[in-house]
């Protein structure tokens, strides 16, 4: 936030007072509250980001939404599908600005992407493949993460949920799946999950993730696309495009885009992994509130999404489901 010029912070809120030192050592000067109360009673805040637990977004989120205030949430939306549609009961016909930490629509190569799916370069898009893997969890773990019921549940839920984004994105709404999960090591949520998938748009695809998968330090996503004029190969760092024949301005062959030529972040906290996207993400929500528009990824986008969470976990408990 200190690195986009219009904004200021002006205050900070948890309910561990002990944290105060030590973000303040980390060179963040704003006052410090324990309460979401406290910070309104307090000072003029114009827009919130809420950074916390899944099953603490809607209770917050309403404290905001209540004031007029703008609200960006991290994901996943809620903890539960229920939770999700709440909140976006809470702003239609409100004036309020919302957004969900969905990072990777911000990255610009995944927004490249898009644009050659969505222009019909690829001709009939029929199938698909994704894999989203993550070295995490190799042992029980505590912790709210590993709560289903204030996390919402495991990989999927806290991970996978970028790659369900991506391909809402890409191919638009769930029509049916058909999932199954494990539990690899953890005791109460699922530590991977494989999945088939069927969009409305009669696209069917697979689905493969795990955070207990060695040498993945940082999380990885990879999307492969066929369609009848070629084919679309993508992940955080690259993106390649096949075409059978000329189209427009591309070649019949490859063509290969990465990351360093698309990135337009002029700050990068994470270089790694998503700094970009982090920042592009932040920069969309403060431009749309100083707009009073809709950022590119909102609430109901992030509704999609929960509803993709949950079709998987009901259909790994039930079998196929046809929504």
């Known amino acids: 936030m200190n690195a986009l010029p219009s904004v200021q912070i002006v205050g900070l809120v948890d309910q561990e007072k002990s944290l ?11 006052p410090f509250y324990d309460s979401v109360e406290h910070l309104l ?6 827009a919130a980001f809420i950074c916390t637990p899944a099953f603490t977004h809607y209770p917050l989120a309403k404290q905001f939404v209540e004031q007029n205030v703008h609200v960006f949430v991290e994901k996943p939306l809620a903890e539960s599908l229920e939770s999700a549609a709440k909140m976006c009961e809470l702003v239609k016909g409100q004036p ?10 911000h990255y610009p ?21 994704s894999t989203l893997y993550l070295s995490q969890v190799f042992a029980p773990k505590r912790g709210w993460v590993y709560d289903p019921k204030r996390s919402g549940g495991g990989i999927v839920a806290n991970a996978t949920c970028h790659l369900l984004f991506l391909l809402y994105w890409l191919f638009g709404e ?11 090591h953890s005791e109460q949520v699922e530590d ?37 004029g070629g084919v679309l190969e993508l992940d955080d760092t690259r993106l390649r495009l096949y ?81």
Request: glycine content about 10%; charged content about 20%.
């Open 243 to 323: 075409l059978n024949q000329d189209a427009g301005e591309y070649k019949k062959g490859w063509t290969t885009w990465h990351r360093a030529e698309a990135d337009t972040a002029v700050f990068d906290l994470s270089p790694q992994y998503g700094g970009e996207g982090y920042h592009n993400e932040d920069a969309d929500f403060i431009q749309a509130c100083q707009r009073h528009e809709q950022p590119l990824v909102s609430w109901n986008d992030g509704l999609q999404v929960q509803k993709m969470i949950d079709a998987l976990y009901r259909a790994a408990a039930e079998g196929h489901l046809r929504l």
């Open 174 to 184: 769930l029509r049916a799946v058909y999932a199954r999960t494990r539990s690899l």
């Open 20 to 30: 105060a030192a030590h973000v303040r050592s980390m060179g963040l000067q704003a």
């Open 109 to 129: 190569l995944y927004q490249q992407a898009r644009q050659l799916v969505q222009s019909g370069l690829l001709g009939k898009v029929s199938v698909f493949r």
């Open 96 to 105: 309020v600005v919302h957004a969900v930490g969905y990072m990777k629509g």
């Open 192 to 228: 991977a999950a494989m999945a088939l998938l069927e969009f409305d748009n009669g696209v069917v695809g697979t689905l493969d993730t795990s955070w207990s998968v060695p040498g993945y330090p940082v999380e990885q996503t990879e999307i492969f696309v066929q369609g009848s």
């Open 41 to 46: 009673a307090e000072r003029t805040v114009d």
